[in-house]
């Protein structure tokens, strides 16, 4: 069964940093692109940022980028969100989920159960 | 960016009625439009990929239309358990691989009477 876990939410004073993390179990770690989506509270879905397979690769959302990097270690099946100069506005639970590509096409498939991250003073 | 746009925002409707979540993108993404499933406090459940392929395990009372700018999400008889926030999202690829943001609709919430 393909598991995701993520860990690393808390209370941030703004201007702070946070590392999240995404321990992944039951599929072939190395062979799948990871995202981060976020939902702050009462809202919708953001796509946060991706990940290739091989890490070689890494996209961002306009709103992150600069701030945040993904990461991942492929040897620990683990995926990484760094977050730097955290902003009130990035409050919101972080998913982190698996992306499946066929040709064209991408979804995600499945996502952790989240994490929340609270910037507050 | 791709905007997407989902329409209504909520809807109340009974137990056996058909529903029809609509999606609207503001330029054409081909069919590489997905759809998924949350209820509150838990994460999202993909439902329908490539604008029309139901996920193994789904209901086949879910479906799934369209191509280019208009997308639509049918409940063909809705159930207690469908009762949760639906969303689309766009992973349109203009070359051989999709190219990020991949934009969510605003969401449509579900409820039943």
């Known amino acids: 069964e393909v598991q995701l876990l993520e860990s690393g939410g808390d209370l941030v004073q703004p201007g702070g940093s946070l590392r999240l993390s995404c321990a992944a179990s039951?599929?072939?770690?190395?062979?799948?692109?990871m995202s981060w989506v976020r939902q702050a509270p009462g809202k919708g879905l953001e796509w946060v940022s991706a990940?290739?397979?091989?890490?070689?690769?890494?996209y961002y959302a306009d709103s992150v980028k600069g701030r945040f990097a993904i990461s991942r270690d492929n040897s620990k099946n683990m995926l990484y969100l760094q977050m730097k100069s955290l902003r009130a506005e990035d409050t919101a639970v972080y998913y982190c989920?698996?992306?499946?590509?066929?040709?064209?096409?991408?979804?995600?498939?499945?996502w952790g159960q989240g994490t929340l991250v609270t910037v507050s003073s | 960016d791709i905007q997407m746009t989902q329409s209504p925002s909520s809807l109340s409707a009974s137990v056996g009625d058909r529903v029809t979540i609509t999606c609207r993108a503001s330029?054409?993404?081909?069919?590489?439009l997905n759809w998924y499933q949350q209820k509150p406090g838990k994460a999202p459940k993909l439902l329908i990929y490539?604008?029309?392929s139901l996920q193994t395990g789904v209901p086949s009372r879910f479906s799934g239309r369209g191509s280019g700018t208009d997308f639509t999400l049918t409940i063909s008889s809705l159930q207690p358990e469908d009762s949760a926030t639906y969303y689309c999202?766009?992973?349109?690829?203009?070359?051989?691989?999709?190219?990020?943001?991949?934009?969510f609709g605003q969401g449509t919430r579900v409820e039943i009477k």
């Open positions: 989920a698996k992306d499946v590509i066929v040709g064209g096409g991408r979804w995600f498939d499945p």
């Open positions: 039951g599929f072939t770690f190395t062979s799948y692109a």
């Open positions: 990940i290739s397979g091989s890490g070689g690769s890494t």
């Open positions: 330029q054409s993404i081909s069919n590489y």
């Open positions: 490539t604008a029309s």
């Open positions: 999202q766009q992973t349109y690829s203009p070359q051989t691989y999709s190219t990020p943001p991949w934009t």
